[in-house]
């Protein structure tokens, strides 16, 4: 007995010398660098952060995503799995109880009988863990279910912002697809004009063909963009899974916002530090690391001693009618020490490798939030900058769209060439078609924002919850 006890004590110096891992090491920043221009107050995105945009529609289409995406469901399924794997992992180092019941009859010649026997035997077996098999088990298994609940949110975050962005796009197009039709109306307008010119000697051929190049021109961008609403119909279905047929009039009578405020939103991005605990890919990258870790340890773990005890009893009768007879019970019990000795390098060698996984994993981590503190400076700077080309956009359509009156009046007082009027027709649609885009644009920078400080917690399904 004192030699086994010698040889736990030594096992345990042993294992108290494992090395430690690293920890990460994470340069922190105070504030961000393109964050001037907003609040530096904690992250608040609200409940729901789609809400702040003020569109129905969208509210509606998010939350009918998230209610019924088939990625979601995946992601939550994923959750329960690896809840039940606890289970199992902790069932692994727990006692385990099992029973045998047996009958055999065999004939025998000599007497000239059957020889019998019967078992009913109990069975309990346990493998002690003894230098921390069982929590480094637990906690990987711990960390699994949160690294799951964090993909989960990430996935619901991810879908929040495709629906919104897709949204935002759906809205561009049809608007320019209203343009493109406004567009074709007028200069119809000006090729019956020119024609009547035409008619009467007061323009010339190269004139009329050339109404009608800017009429066709128009007119060919329509079904252009009737296919790119359709098409972003298709991708908006897909997101929300619906069919394409209950979403044919999304955003057919939204009013976007006013063209001269372009900074409708007041957001508060916090410090670098906050994104640690919000962000979803960050989270989870922290979790795998915890897992690396706990692997590394049960590593460690299968190089010492296991102590396994095992204990059976029951009754062993010759004869059914002795099978609880006081003369048929046994009892036996066991118990046993195993200790690795030399397997050529392989359990030492897993336990490097389990290293160099954490290892793996701590950098992948590192480099998570490296990328999140980009992704947050990306949308500042987008936001930031867009907002200042959109108001000298802004000015930019204005004063084209006074050409174009003034240069079409001119032109039909015989004052002006009709290549003015050509000029500023072009310069007009296309001033306009542009500003579309950047409306939308800017709506999408304000979605990677939110998207990149991590959304709102409070929105997360029920089922991407910790519980």
Known sequence: ??????????????????????????????????????????????????????????NTLVERAIEQNKNIKIAASRIEEARNNLVVTRSTYLPSLSATISAEGKYESAPNAIAQSYQILPQASWEIPLFGSLRHATEGAKAQIEYQVWECRGVQLSLEAEVATTYFTLLQYRQELNIAKRSSELRRDMVELVDSLYHYGYASGVHLEQARSLLYTAEADIPLYEKAIAQTLLSLATLTSDSPEALINVGETNNRIQTSDYNPYDINIGVPSDILHRRPDVMAAYYTMQQSAANAGLARSARLPSITLSLYGGTTPDHISRLF??????????????????????????????????????????????????DVESA?????????????????????????????????????????????????????????????????????LCKALGGAPDSWSDFCANK
């Open 1 to 58: 007995m004192r030699r086994i006890l010698y040889i736990l004590l030594v096992a345990s110096a042993f294992c108290s010398c494992n090395p430690r891992l690293t920890a990460p090491q994470l340069t922190q920043r105070k504030e961000y660098i393109f964050g001037a221009e907003f609040s530096h107050d904690s992250i608040a995105l609200g409940n729901k952060w789609w809400q702040m945009f003020g569109d129905t529609t969208l």
């Open 325 to 374: 007879s006081s003369k048929a019970w046994v009892a036996d019990a066991l118990a046993s020490i195993t200790q690795p000795i030399y397997n050529f390098g392989g359990l030492r060698r897993r336990e490097l490798a389990a290293r160099e996984a954490y290892k793996q994993s701590m950098l992948a981590y590192e480099q998570s939030y490296i990328e999140a503190l980009n």
């Open 380 to 448: 500042l700077v987008a936001i930031t900058s867009s907002r200042k080309e959109l108001l000298r956009y802004a000015g930019l359509v204005k004063s084209y769209r006074n050409i174009a009156v003034m240069t079409y009046a001119l032109y039909r007082n015989g004052l002006s060439d009709y290549l003015d009027v050509i000029d500023a027709e072009r310069s007009l649609y296309t001033s306009q078609m542009q500003f579309e885009n950047l409306i939308a644009q800017q709506y999408i920078n304000y979605i990677n």
